[in-house]
């Protein structure tokens, strides 16, 4: 069946302009990650959803980020002003329900780069 | 912080077994010990994951110590396709219930033809 997928894939923009990045969990996972990998860094998290629940945005760096989700569907991760250091990729896992034994499938990520 | 220690790389032969360390001495009793790993461009993988006792898959085996506090992912016989970044996590509890992975930098595996 189809895995999580993200869009875009790459993602070039100049400083200070807003991107948006977008993630397609598989159906019927309840529980959906956001995480910033660095060049040859570990995973880096940033919010998580769980159904209906508000989200864990513990991880978010600054109120630059933002992120959203529409029940148990779409996310979008929003980052405004956009600066060099959230260079990164960023990748998005979706898990059949809350708990931390269910595995987590990963996305390919999108490769953020600010010039 | 990420709760677990590995090294940073290791090299093993074509078709020789594996053996991947953790160290998680800050482990609770209610910790699972995950482990994912992260081939070239993509995102990470589910391998396998344990709580006390050894667990087998069709990917590897995790050996876990008596005391929790370290455990060994198992690759019986590295193929090419093994090579990547190997993580060990463990769930880190967040806020509202939250279940976290914490990522460290893993171990880079390379397997030698």
Same mark, same amino acid.
């Given at each position: 069946?189809?895995?999580?997928?993200?869009?875009?894939?790459?993602?070039?923009?100049?400083?200070?302009?807003?991107?948006?990045?977008?993630?397609?969990?598989?159906?019927?996972?309840?529980?959906?990650?956001?995480?910033?990998?660095? =060049?040859?860094?570990? =995973?880096?998290?940033? @919010?998580?959803?769980?159904?209906?629940?508000?989200?864990?945005?513990?991880?978010?760096?600054?109120?630059?980020?933002?992120?959203?989700?529409?029940?148990?569907?779409?996310?979008?991760?929003? @980052?405004?002003?956009?600066?060099?250091?959230?260079?990164?990729?960023?990748?998005?896992?979706?898990?059949?329900?809350?708990?931390?034994?269910?595995?987590?499938?990963?996305?390919?990520?999108?490769?953020?780069?600010?010039? | 912080?990420?709760?677990? $220690?590995?090294?940073?790389?290791?090299?093993?032969?074509? &078709?020789?077994?594996?053996?991947?360390?953790?160290?998680?001495?800050?482990?609770?009793?209610? +910790?699972?010990?995950?482990?994912?790993?992260?081939?070239?461009?993509? !995102?990470? &993988?589910?391998?396998?994951? !344990?709580? $006390?006792?050894?667990?087998?898959?069709?990917?590897?085996?995790?050996?876990?110590?008596? +005391?929790?506090? %370290? %455990?060994?992912?198992?690759?019986?016989?590295? $193929?090419?396709? +093994?090579?990547?970044?190997?993580?060990?996590?463990?769930?880190?509890?967040? $806020? %509202? !219930?939250?279940?976290?992975?914490?990522? !460290?930098?893993?171990?880079? #595996?390379?397997? #030698?033809?």
């Amino acid at each position: 069946g189809a895995g999580v997928s993200q869009s875009p894939s790459n993602k070039v923009t100049e400083k200070g302009k807003d991107v948006e990045l977008r993630c397609d969990p598989i159906s019927g996972h309840t529980a959906l990650y956001w995480y910033r990998q660095r =060049l040859g860094q570990g =995973l880096e998290f940033l @919010i998580y959803f769980q159904g209906n629940s508000a989200p864990d945005k513990s991880g978010l760096p600054s109120d630059r980020f933002s992120a959203e989700r529409t029940g148990e569907s779409v996310s979008t991760l929003t @980052i405004q002003r956009t600066q060099q250091e959230d260079s990164a990729v960023y990748l998005c896992a979706s898990s059949l329900i809350k708990g931390g034994n269910q595995p987590q499938h990963f996305g390919d990520g999108t490769r953020l780069s600010i010039l | 912080d990420a709760k677990t $220690t590995q090294p940073n790389s290791m090299e093993s032969n074509e &078709e020789e077994p594996v053996h991947l360390p953790c160290n998680h001495s800050t482990i609770s009793g209610t +910790d699972y010990i995950h482990w994912y790993r992260q081939l070239p461009s993509q !995102g990470p &993988e589910y391998v396998i994951h !344990g709580l $006390t006792s050894n667990v087998n898959n069709r990917m590897a085996s995790l050996a876990i110590a008596e +005391d929790r506090k %370290s %455990s060994t992912l198992i690759l019986h016989r590295a $193929t090419l396709r +093994d090579a990547a970044v190997y993580y060990c996590i463990l769930r880190d509890v967040g $806020t %509202s !219930g939250t279940y976290k992975y914490i990522f !460290g930098t893993g171990t880079r #595996l390379k397997v #030698l033809a």
